[in-house]
């Protein structure tokens, strides 16, 4: 996305945004909740360079539905889980 569809999507002028690039200025807060609403990212990320992706409120839940399930478990399943997970992530690592 380019500096004018920025510019025009959160009613700022061009060299506003050329500015905010540069760290000349930093957008009010206001903005910086319109840029991660407008990339989908948090506002962490725009800040600090974490979290990049809105948090998706089902992956949230289910998340945690995981988490109770483990904690809960066997200690062998949760062992079992654990390889389980390590060995799908060596897969799928570069």
Not at 10 to 19: A, F, G, Q, Y
Request: aromatic share 6%; charged share 25%.
């Amino acid at each position: 996305m380019g500096q004018a569809e920025v510019a025009a999507a959160l009613d700022v002028s061009i060299p506003t945004v050329s500015e905010w690039e540069s760290g000349k200025k930093c957008p009010r807060r206001s903005r910086i909740e319109a840029l991660s609403k407008l990339f989908n990212v948090t506002a962490d990320y725009l800040l600090f360079g974490t979290s990049p992706m809105m948090p998706d409120h089902n992956s949230d839940a289910e998340e945690k539905c995981l988490l109770t399930l483990y904690r809960h478990a066997d200690p062998q399943v949760q062992m079992a889980v654990m390889t389980l997970l390590r060995a799908a992530a060596e897969k799928d690592a570069p």
